[in-house]
């Protein structure tokens, strides 16, 4: 796509970075969208504005035009991606979320195996032409799910006359309690344990950039491996990280949202101290697939926590008002990251960064605990709201 389009690297980085614009712009809004329209209602638009954007990219011929497609895909994935996970707050239970959440995390780690191998294929077959077939493919792939999506989702199990998953009880079930559009400013926005959790996202945003971003070079420039061993070593990360979601979601439904954080965030830390003081091969698989073992355990148990916190109602919101936080983080890191590299010639001081940086983390979980454990000021959701008796303010 660069060569086709003529682009340089500082055109494509622009490219790039329309996706994390869109998508920065989207999670911050689509949880009043979802308060308003329903969640599958936002869901399958939002896959169409995907579609849509990758269509552009399929036809473009200039810089703006694949800036424009770029950025149409960043608001579409960000708009599929809360209100999806939101939606599972309806449909599991409190000790089933954490599970639930994992096994929707799979699917984006599927989703990127899969890409990365469609897409060099056809790229193969069509040096030319092929990063339009791809795209092209891609979005028709994205139009098919949007379809099953419509066909299939539920906004609420009461639609079927059925309970959330795990349910036991009656104490989940709706109340005809009025919550205007407003009160978000109360259950999300003031409410000091979503920004806390906003604080420790922060600190992995901050953190896992390293290993997911700049593994293949450190690999490569620091302990001197080929391409083709590195390439290795992190397409093994990504395979094993597929089952970190489900996994350590499902340990925190049995110990707890924040203590099994704490224990992820200080394995994580511990991981990156061996990968920046160890070059022996095995070591270094080890201390990788260890780490992958527990990557996506963070965004998973992170936006299972919010429900704990807030409303059932407000949930996409409160996970919008997270992934700020988390993009923040992801946003600085690289420009951290590579100022220190510049400055010491390696990657060693920005490892023991992003491992401090982690242990915060940790000990922001460790301090929620603590809080949650005594029970200040938590939330009373023994009544939840529903999204029709939402009233929309003028």
Not at 236 to 257: K, P, Q
């Amino acid at each position: 796509m660069k060569d086709d389009l003529r682009l340089s690297y500082g055109e494509m980085g622009l490219v790039a970075s329309s996706v994390f614009l869109g998508y920065l712009i989207s999670v911050t809004t689509v949880g009043h969208f979802v308060l308003r329209y329903r969640p599958k209602k936002v869901i399958v638009a939002s896959l169409f504005v995907i579609a849509a954007g990758m269509v552009v990219n399929a036809n473009a011929a200039s810089f703006w035009t694949a800036y424009f497609g770029s950025f149409l895909i960043g608001i579409g994935s960000g708009g599929a991606y809360i209100p999806s996970l939101g939606l599972l707050g309806q449909w599991f239970s409190r000790e089933r979320k954490g599970m639930a959440l994992g096994i929707a995390m799979a699917g984006a780690g599927i989703g990127i195996v899969f890409s990365g191998l469609a897409v060099p294929a056809l790229v193969e077959i069509d040096p030319v032409s092929g990063w339009r077939y791809s795209w092209y493919i891609l979005a028709a792939g994205v139009v098919l799910i949007s379809l099953a999506n419509w066909m299939t989702i539920r906004n609420d199990p009461s639609e079927l006359g059925l309970k959330p998953i795990g349910e036991t009880n009656d104490k989940s079930k709706p109340t005809t309690k009025k919550i205007g559009i407003g009160s978000a400013q109360n259950h999300v926005y003031k409410n000091k344990f979503i920004w806390l959790i906003g604080l420790n996202y922060l600190a992995w945003g901050f953190s896992y950039i390293i290993f997911s971003t700049f593994l293949v070079d450190y690999l490569m420039t620091d302990v001197g491996f080929d391409k083709q061993l590195a390439g290795t070593y992190f397409s093994i990360a990504g395979i094993v990280s597929i089952i970190s979601g489900f996994l350590w979601g499902s340990i925190s439904d049995r110990f707890g949202r924040m203590i099994t954080l704490a224990v992820v965030f200080g394995i994580q830390c511990f991981m990156l101290l061996t990968i920046s003081f160890t070059s022996s091969p095995s070591l270094l698989l080890a201390s990788i697939i260890l780490y992958s073992l527990t990557l996506w355990g963070v965004p998973t148990i992170m936006n299972a926590s919010v429900s704990d916190f807030v409303d059932t109602l407000f949930v996409p919101i409160a996970m919008g008002f997270i992934t700020l936080f988390f993009s923040i983080g992801q946003f600085i890191s690289p420009m951290v990251t590579g100022f220190l590299i510049d400055m010491s010639g390696s990657y060693f001081p920005a490892l023991l960064l992003s491992a401090t940086v982690s242990m915060l983390g940790g000990f922001g979980c460790g301090r929620l605990y603590k809080l949650t454990n005594r029970g200040q000021n938590l939330p009373n959701n023994e009544g939840k709201a529903t999204y029709q008796t939402v009233e929309q303010q003028d």
